[in-house]
Antibody, heavy 119, light 107 residues
Framework: EVQLVESGGGLVQPGGSLRLSCAAS????????MTWVRQAPGKGLEWVAN????????YYVDSVKGRFTLSRDNAKNSLSLHMNSLRADDTAVYYC????????????WGQGALVTVSS | DIQMTQSPSSVSASVGDRVTITCRASQGISSWLAWYQQKPGKAPKLLIS???NLQSGVPSRFSGSGYGTDFTLTINSLQPEDFATYYC?????????FGGGTKVEIK
């Protein structure tokens, strides 16, 4: 069974840092692009970042460029999102997902991790 | 950036109804469009990719169409489990962007 399990969410003060992790199982992790998509409370979906299969290419939404860093460890089937200089508008549920470069769609998704930025 | 505009933002419908949701891209995206269903407290689920490709396991009452800038998700004979929020997403170029969502509610 394909599984993506996020961890590392929590409460952080504005300006602080947090690292989200995503553990993948049930599929050949090194063969897939990976992504993070977030959803602020009561709001819609927002793509955050993508990383290619070997980690040599990353793409970010403008609002997180220079603050967030996406990386992967193919030996450990894991994905990490390092988030610095966090702001209140980064508060959201963060979903890890695979991204198909042949269709451009996200599937499957993890269950999500809540990040709350508040003093 | 490509803006995705969904309409309506919400729709009230009854079991058995046909529901149509539209998604318009601010520029042409060929067939690079996906549709997702999200239920409260759950992760989104991919329904349709490349505009009309129904994912395995998704009921055939769901269908997608369109090309370029205008796309449609149709749900034929709405079932109780279909009450949810639906999102479109363009995959033509980075940044990948979503529509604002359409909430399908029980009439």
């Amino acid at each position: 069974e394909v599984q993506l399990v996020e961890s590392g969410g929590g409460l952080v003060q504005p300006g602080g840092s947090l690292r989200l992790s995503c553990a993948a199982s049930g599929f050949t992790f090194p063969s897939y692009w990976m992504t993070w998509v977030r959803q602020a409370p009561g709001k819609g979906l927002e793509w955050v970042a993508n990383i290619n299969q070997d980690g040599s290419a990353t793409y970010y939404v403008d609002s997180v460029k220079g603050r967030f860093t996406l990386s992967r460890d193919n030996a450990k089937n894991s994905l990490s999102l390092h988030m610095n200089s966090l702001r209140a508008d980064d508060t959201a549920v963060y979903y890890c997902a695979t991204w198909s470069d042949s269709s451009g769609s996200f599937d499957p998704w993890g269950q999500g991790a809540l990040v709350t930025v508040s003093s | 950036d490509i803006q995705m505009t969904q309409s309506p933002s919400s729709v009230s419908a009854s079991v058995g109804d046909r529901v149509t949701i539209t998604c318009r891209a601010s520029q042409g995206i060929s067939s690079w469009l996906a549709w997702y269903q999200q239920k409260p407290g759950k992760a989104p689920k991919l329904l349709i990719s490349v505009a009309s490709n129904l994912q395995s396991g998704v009921p055939s009452r769901f269908s997608g169409s369109g090309y370029g800038t205008d796309f449609t998700l149709t749900i034929n004979s709405l079932q109780p489990e279909d009450f949810a929020t639906y999102y479109c997403q363009q995959a033509n170029s980075f940044p990948l962007t979503f529509g604002g969502g359409t909430k399908v509610e029980i009439k």
